[in-house]
Every structure is written in C-alpha cells, then in structure tokens.
C-alpha cells in the first residue's frame, strides 16, 4: 500500500510533518501513503507530508482496511506486567517521518516504573527527538504515553522530552539499522 495514492473520501483532520501543527486535509484530496505503522498513517500531499490517526483512516476509502490492517500490525502488547511489556508498548510508537518504532530509533533515554497504592503501576518515560524544534514532538510523546496507559496493568504514564544527550544516528538499535539499510 505505501507510495500509492489514495483519494480522501472526507474531511481528513491530519498533523503537518514536522511542524506538528494541526490540519485538515480536504475530501477529494489526492495523498500517497508514505507508511502505516503504529495505528497511525504518514501521507504526501502537494501541500506537505501529513500524520493521519487511526480514528481518522476511514477518510481513506476503499484502502483504509488495509491500511488499518498495516498501521495496527504494532497494537499494544498483552501479558504480565514487566519492564519488557513497557518497552514493547514503546515499540508500537513511530516516528512519522522514518519506518522505525522510537526504542529502535534510540529516542528512548529513560524508562521507570513504581507500583501505585492500587497495585497499578505509574510510569515515567525521558525521551529525546532526532532533531531540537520537531513540532512533532508532543504528538510522538502523548503517543508512547497513550500507548504505556493502555495496557490494563498501567495507571498513569508520564513522557518527558529531554536534550541531553543530544541524539546521534548512533543510537539507532542494530534492527534499527538494519531496517534503514546502515548495518
């Protein structure tokens, strides 16, 4: 499905790679599909590249099934509570802009977890961005942070973006690597 254009069937609310301001992309719009990982979409206009939720797919038309079937390949991990089921729950998140999840990609700086008074858990995740100013660095974040809070042993989860260090493409994962074809 990606690089293949679609032709929105409505109204598209969508967020501006990398600005991070908030759109509406209008029926009858021409997009390609850039990827479709995490529950979400990344399209190309002429007027830009575009993030796409997944509440929104249906404005996709007859390839939003299979869209939604792509983006949801990353749905929330299930299983006992652990650092582990943490860190893959981060996986499910991507950047808009590159086809690797943000613990491969390195933005990951910082992840901690402290058992509540309800026997919940209350998380706290430092992050990091590939570039300072990234308007798209509140979405990324509430994105981890609604992906930790979805798991049912989660109470809270708290994402905060940090610049020190600073990242390098070194930081990339071996599988991150290898997916951008750098190994």
Known sequence: MVNQEVTLIRDCPATLIPAGDAVTLPAGAAVFVSQAFGGTVTVRADSGLFRIAGKDLDALGAAAEMLREEAAASEAPEGEFSESLLWDALKGCYDPEIPINIVDLGLIYDL????????RHAVEVKMTLTAQGCGMGPVIA??????LEALPQVESARVDIVWDPV???????????KKLGIE
């Open 112 to 119: 901690r977890s402290n058992e509540t008074s309800a026997g």
């Open 142 to 147: 509430d994105d981890a942070r609604s992906r």
């Open 167 to 177: 990242w390098t493409p070194q930081m990339i994962s071996p599988e991150g690597r």
